[in-house]
């Protein structure tokens, strides 16, 4: 996995690709994405994106993440490279032990329930609550505590096959993923994995 720091001349950069040994601590900036706004992984590489909304979403990030004593932060919209299959697959198998809209987000459950601390920003970056504070909301909301499986029923993903890689880690499983099977075939093979070879 590759993390974001702030480079010497003020900007986010990405670090090389980490082993898990050798992961420090971070920040992870839970989003809604706009297609076309966000600062992709080769915006990073090549310096562009400055002029895209996401990237104010970024520097907020980086600033809050120091400003919380860590000196790295993810943002998934910019640290895989999602040209690259098997980079793509590791991410999504391995987010869960990494993580308005939002909360009808499929990757949702894994950001809300993973990490320790969970804090909730406006979009002018004033903290608004954290996750313990609003325990009983967040379960009205988003029916977390209940089913694993009637959580998922409420919630959209853009791609059809994300409705089930979105809860990969939450059952801690491994699915290769494979964009353009289809929103049956990836149930279908999640299920699997859940139940187990028949007996």
């Known amino acids: 996995m590759r993390l974001l720091k702030y ?3 003020g900007s986010p950069g990405l670090t090389e690709n980490l082993i898990s040994d050798d992961v420090p601590p971070y920040a992870i900036l839970s989003h809604t994405w706009q297609d076309g706004h966000e600062v992709t992984f080769d915006d990073l590489l090549a310096g562009n994106g400055k002029d895209k909304a996401g990237y104010k979403k970024i520097l907020f990030c ?3 993440a120091q400003r919380d004593g860590l000196d790295y932060c993810w ?8 040209s690259s299959s098997a980079e793509l697959s590791e991410a999504l198998n391995s987010m869960f032990r990494w993580q308005s809209r939002w909360f009808t987000r499929g ?3 894994q950001e809300l329930i ?3 601390l969970v804090g909730f920003f406006s979009k002018e970056e004033e903290l608004l609550a954290s996750k313990d504070i609003l325990d009983l909301l967040l379960h009205e909301i988003t029916g977390i505590p209940v089913k694993r499986f009637s959580w998922a029923a409420k919630h959209h993903t853009l791609r059809a096959e994300d409705e089930s890689y979105c809860l990969i880690g939450i ?3 491994y699915l290769p993923v494979i964009y353009g099977e289809g929103r049956l075939s990836a149930m279908k093979r999640l299920l699997n994995e859940v139940e187990g070879p028949p007996m």
Not at 75 to 82: E, H, L, M, P, Y
């Open 114 to 116: 993973t990490p320790k």
């Open 171 to 173: 059952f801690g499983i």
């Open 62 to 64: 980086a600033r809050q």
């Open 7 to 9: 480079t010497p001349d």
């Open 75 to 82: 943002v998934a919209t910019c640290c895989i490279d999602k």
């Open 107 to 109: 990757w949702t459950l």
